[in-house]
């Protein structure tokens, strides 16, 4: 019995040890022109790069997320397609601590810092311990009210 067992053992871990490796992680190359364009600080290219993103992938919480944070950070924002971009993203994701984040932002651009704080709320809950999107938008409202 002590031989089966040792030769079953054997016999699946060569198995496993056949298998494929899982092929890496396909690279995102809609991201990797916003973090390039994003790394320059050129806003308008960053948004044009999840814009493209967004047409091919409407369903991506995290286009919608970087799509409007791009907008924002631009010249001229606007601020409804921002809000829209936002919200579309925390529909698709309720759970995005990132687009909290930027959404409480976005609330804190236009004075509505009890939208604001609302999101930090919700960060709260969704962060285990002090995340780093809860931190940024606390120091965000933190800022804002000082002025």
Not at 42 to 56: F, I, R
Not at 89 to 94: E, T
């Amino acid at each position: 019995m002590r031989a089966f067992l040792l030769l079953l053992i054997l016999s699946l871990s060569a198995y496993a040890a056949d298998e494929p490796t899982p092929p890496e992680k396909k690279k995102d190359a809609v991201i990797e022109r916003y973090e390039a364009a994003a790394a320059r600080q050129d806003w308008p290219a960053a948004a044009a790069s999840l814009k493209e993103g967004l047409a091919k992938d409407p369903g991506s919480a995290r286009y919608h997320n970087l799509f409007a944070y791009a907008l924002r950070k631009g010249p001229n924002p606007d601020l409804g397609l921002v809000f829209k971009h936002y919200n579309e993203a925390l529909r698709i994701d309720p759970e995005h601590r990132g687009a909290h984040e930027y959404i409480g932002e976005a609330y804190l651009m236009v004075g509505n810092v009890i939208k604001a704080k609302e999101h930090l709320g919700v960060l709260d809950k969704l962060c285990f311990l002090p995340c780093a999107e809860y931190s940024g938008l606390k120091k965000a409202i933190a800022a804002h009210e000082k002025k």
